[in-house]
């Protein structure tokens, strides 16, 4: 679903850019409420989870792959503002370092998967859930319908930014100039790949995370579910701490992605102008614009999560997996406490996010 540079023509990456902006503004003031000390390193850890969710690349019986995303498990724990900013800092990285999705096309990327996606799959879990206790099934039920319908949503998004391309940009003995697929094309191509593969993986992904968090650390849960009704918090705690777990979790999926190697082919719409089937398309050249603006950034510096020009690709694979760790959870760190220290909202570490709320009360 990373769409690269050259397939979105320049005026629809600025518009799509200058739709996002507004959230990303919103979501700095919005997130204040869990970057409290204590929080901040777990919207870091999500944000970790979601750059490595989004290197597992899953064949598709068409031939091309798909991959989760992690946006809605954010949104239900964290809150659909904290998904637009641990997301949107993991496709930055993404493009600037490995080459994964476009420079000029960020903006585009970010409204699909770090705005379409969280606030679909928050909106159908809230749904779903309704006021059923915290620790009920149906909440794991609605937050693994959450993650596919939202994950579908901004796979619809993309394959109409794709398949709008032809339609308004093309010269004027109609060759297109940027993406050369019709929606005829991109919505059953994003479709078929979203219904079935990726869509299940990303409901597994978040009804797994929420089916933990009712065991283990429900005080977290808590923190985006006020009012919801429930056991108390004063619960018997969980043997083994979160936080051990979270690790444990993240070092399986680092040594893990190499699995992503072993899918076939690529994503569509994400080709090299090398390797699109012209003939197929019914054109004599590579798409003018296309050529022109794909591989606009140069200078990633694991370009295509790999840094061995292939000679153990697995282990530039696990290479970039610690970098991007690394990189996106600083990044994500720094800027929670920046927004903390801006809005005046100094957490205590000792507080947890009900009081705060209900300390904010008049």
């Known amino acids: 679903m990373h769409i690269p540079d050259g397939y979105l023509s320049p005026q629809t990456c600025a518009v799509a850019f200058a739709a996002a902006v507004p959230f990303w503004g919103t979501a700095a003031a919005r997130v204040k409420k ?17 750059f490595l969710a989004m290197m597992f690349n899953i064949p598709i019986p068409d031939g091309t792959t798909a991959h989760a995303v992690g946006g809605g498990v954010i949104a239900i724990v964290l809150g659909p503002w904290a998904a637009v900013i641990a997301v949107s800092v993991a496709l930055l990285f993404q493009a600037l370092l490995f080459g994964d999705g476009g420079v000029l096309a960020y903006g585009a990327n970010c409204v699909n998967m770090a705005i379409i996606l969280p606030f679909v799959a928050v909106g159908v879990y809230r749904l779903i859930a309704g006021r059923a206790e915290i620790t009920s099934a149906r909440r794991v039920i609605a937050a693994a319908v959450g993650g596919y319908v939202g994950i579908n949503a901004a796979a619809l998004a993309a394959a109409v930014e794709f398949g709008i391309q032809p339609v308004l940009f093309h010269s004027a003995n109609g060759t297109p100039l940027y993406a050369p697929y019709t929606l005829a094309q991109t919505i059953p191509a994003m479709a078929l790949a979203h219904l079935t593969i990726a869509g299940a993986a990303e409901a597994i992904l978040t009804a797994a995370v929420i089916a933990y968090l009712q065991r283990a650390n429900l005080p977290l849960l808590r923190l985006n579910h006020a009012g919801v009704p429930g056991p108390g918090e004063s619960s018997a705690p969980s043997r083994v701490r979160p936080g051990l777990v979270a690790g444990i979790a993240v070092a399986i999926m680092v040594l893990l992605t190499p699995l992503g190697l072993l899918a076939p082919g690529g994503a569509f719409g994400e080709d090299a102008p090398e390797d699109l089937d012209l003939a197929g398309l019914h054109l004599n ?40 760790i690394a990189v996106i959870g600083v990044a994500v760190y720094l800027i929670a406490v920046v927004v903390r220290a801006l809005t005046g909202r100094r957490g205590d570490d000792t507080r947890d996010g009900s009081r705060d709320l209900e300390a904010s009360k008049p």
Do not use: M
Not at 38 to 48: C, K, N, Q
């Open 285 to 324: 050249a590579v798409p003018e614009g296309l050529n022109k603006y794909n591989g606009f950034w140069h200078n990633a510096i694991l370009n295509g999560y790999d840094f061995t020009g292939d000679g153990n690709p697995w282990l530039g694979y696990i290479l970039s997996a610690v970098v991007g």
């Open 34 to 50: 869990v970057v409290k000390t204590r929080h901040v390193p777990t919207l870091a850890i999500f944000a970790a989870v979601c």
